[in-house]
């Protein structure tokens, strides 16, 4: 079959880093961009770097039943004359198969990976493969002698390839401990502007629901259970329909799909929408099979305008007619949202567009909103907005520094204001500067620099911790321990250790603050760096306050009154922290910036009264 020239050119990506001597390797690419095209086409071009001749055996792994069918399918069709089978539940492979497709559920569970000769395998695929950390994974790699790459003789393990749109963990765990290697990636953004997408309109709807005291679970997105109450209200539920009512009804969109919490969430929804008689229909983990089977037959067909689901269609449904994403389930996870938004991305006769429709709520709690993926501020109000609109706010928003997103007008637009300081001790104790981070965090991270950035995690005196954007827009974290006093040296006063590496070019500051609070929260007790700790609003201790009046005249506060009888603990201990980690750099730049805008703008209030054509003296 004839590939897109990005298919081929992911393809030559991989062949060339193989040369290269590269054998465990990463593809990244948008929900639609035929993952599972590339890897099945990839089995016929690619051998064995070692021994081509015993080594020619292809196990894929996938975690879900719809995958390994699809994957199965292409396999078919590609290869009609392999030997083509599926570990998957009561199916059993032989173990000699040219290609075995596998749950990694089954593949794992006894001894039923003990028929895999890893000699005889050239080539592991793993399809979603951020889910390849995960103890099934793991196990599954271990036998093939892959999990551990300096164990064993290395022309006796074979390649391993993952593939994912979202590759990156939400949890901290790092994919590095199965994956060496990003050999190509093409994200969403990229696959519309080329065309290989549907394009996108997004709406964003600010609802009134109280996220804040929903627990966080182990992955780090809400707990099911305490969300379902928050989100499942006869409130919620009446203003999720009417919008989609407003926004996509009578025909506006024909092929809509809902994202719920749970199943009774659904049912709620399903209810809602049959009130107002617009026929939806539901899919959950409890439908059987063959009825799953019946509802997406019918919906691809278009005998139905609503599919409402929970968990069921984030990965692997190939659904290309849905033209409308309605997020009724606010998650913490980018790669969630991801997921969701990229179901409407796929292209289809008759499809101008798909409408994401985002019942955002707020961007406390560390909820990751559509905004987000654009590039945006976390806050924004979209109305319908394309990717080019969104662009031209980035770069709007690139021309001001120093500026946030404040009220908002009665049309939704946001208003744009500066933020001034008329002193640096006004810039170190703005908290407002933290708010984005610790909506993603529950820990007491302090922005330190805005442009490129720069966090730090004060481990009181155990150390700090520091998180910086990179100049390619990765974000990195180092840890600085404190040296014991036993330990310093006498002739020199070294209180720091040599700063770690504890992450390493995340591609996004959500992996890199997850990774950081991974490891923190298994190594610190939390009451001594969490935001939230009881004793971050007692008053200010004596030795902040002395240490902050041997900082007025560096804080240029002698003017003015320095008011620290409402400091609390908290407060002055991330002002001393801004100070000692650059606030006076910062400042200074600042002070540099606002005088540059001031001059700017007594130039521009000069061209604008020139501009005023009268009688007289022309100057």
């Known amino acids: 079959m004839e590939l897109r020239d990005y298919q081929e050119a992911c393809i030559d990506s991989v062949l060339s880093h193989v040369e290269d ?58 290869y009609p004359d392999s030997l083509i089978e599926i570990e998957m539940g009561k199916k059993h492979s032989s173990g000699v198969a040219d290609i075995t497709i596998a749950s990694v559920q089954s593949l794992t569970n006894g001894d039923r990976l003990a028929k895999f000769d890893p000699k005889r395998f050239k080539l592991i695929l793993i399809d979603e ?38 590759l990156s963990r939400f949890d901290g765990l790092r994919l590095g401990k199965v994956l060496d290697y990003v050999v190509y990636h093409k994200d969403f953004i990229d696959m519309i502007e080329d065309k290989w997408l549907s394009p996108v309109v997004f709406t964003t709807v600010r609802t009134k629901v109280d996220y804040s005291k929903i627990h966080i679970g182990s992955s780090n997105d809400f707990n099911l259970v305490e969300l379902g109450k928050a989100v499942n209200t006869e409130v919620m539920n009446e203003v999720t329909v009417r919008t989609w009512m407003e926004k996509a009804g009578d025909g506006k969109r024909k092929s809509t799909i809902v994202f719920c919490v749970d199943i009774a969430h659904v049912a709620a929804i399903v209810a809602k929408f049959r009130g107002y008689g617009i026929d939806a229909q539901s899919v959950t983990g409890n439908t059987p099979t063959q009825e799953r089977k019946d509802c997406l037959g019918s919906f691809r067909r278009g005998e139905f305008p609503v599919l409402v689901n929970c968990g069921v269609f984030t990965e692997g449904t190939d659904i290309p007619n849905i033209d409308c994403v309605l997020l009724a389930r606010p998650t913490r ?28 709520a707020s961007v406390e709690k560390g909820i990751i909103a559509v905004p987000t993926l654009l590039g945006l501020d976390p806050d924004e109000i979209l109305e319908e907005e394309s990717l080019d609109g969104a662009e031209k706010r980035i770069e709007a928003a690139k021309e001001k520094d120093n500026v946030v997103l404040d009220d908002r007008d009665e049309a939704g637009s946001p208003t744009i204001t500066y933020t001034d300081y008329q002193s640096i001790f006004d810039l170190l104790s703005d908290t407002k500067q933290d708010f984005h981070i610790r909506s993603i965090s529950r820990l007491a991270w302090v922005l330190v620099n805005h442009n490129p950035q720069r966090f730090v995690l004060s481990l009181s005196r155990q150390g700090v911790l520091s998180l910086f954007q990179n100049a390619d827009s990765t974000y990195s974290v180092t840890e600085t321990r404190a040296i014991p006093s036993e330990f310093k040296s006498k002739k020199h006063n070294f209180i720091k250790s040599k700063p770690r590496v504890i992450v390493d070019s995340a591609i996004s500051l959500e992996e890199a603050v997850h990774a950081a609070d991974t490891l923190v929260k298994n190594k610190y007790p939390l009451n001594l760096v969490s935001h939230h700790a009881t004793w971050r609003k007692w008053p200010a201790s004596e030795q902040q306050l002395k240490m902050l009046e041997k900082l007025r005249p560096s804080l240029k506060v002698d003017s003015d009154p320095f008011d620290t009888s409402k400091l609390t603990k908290g407060t002055a201990g991330d002002l001393i922290t801004r100070y000692v980690h650059g606030g006076i750099s910062r400042w200074n730049n600042i002070s540099t910036e606002n005088m540059r805008r001031l001059k700017q703008e007594r130039k521009d209030e000069e061209l604008r009264q020139r501009e005023n054509v009268q009688v007289g003296k022309l100057y």
């Not at 071009?45 to 020619?56: Q, S, Y």
């Not at 271990?142 to 994912?164: A, C, R, T």
């Open 21 to 78: 001597g590269h054998r465990r390797m990463a593809i990244s690419l948008a929900t639609g961009s035929g993952k599972t095209v590339i890897f099945t086409q990839m089995i016929a071009r690619l051998t064995h770097p070692n021994t081509p001749e015993r080594a020619t055996q292809t196990l894929i792994i996938a975690h879900r039943q719809e995958l390994v069918e699809q994957a199965f399918e292409h396999c078919k069709r590609t």
């Open 129 to 166: 493969c951020h889910h390849a950390v995960a103890p099934g994974y793991l196990k599954a790699l271990d036998h093939f002698g892959v999990l551990n790459m300096e164990e064993g003789k290395l022309e006796d393990k074979p390649l391993v390839i993952g593939v994912s749109a979202t």
């Open 333 to 360: 996870s980018r790669n969630l949202l991801i997921q969701m938004v990229g179901r409407g991305m796929r292209l289809h006769p008759g499809k101008k567009d798909c409408h994401v429709i985002d019942m955002v």
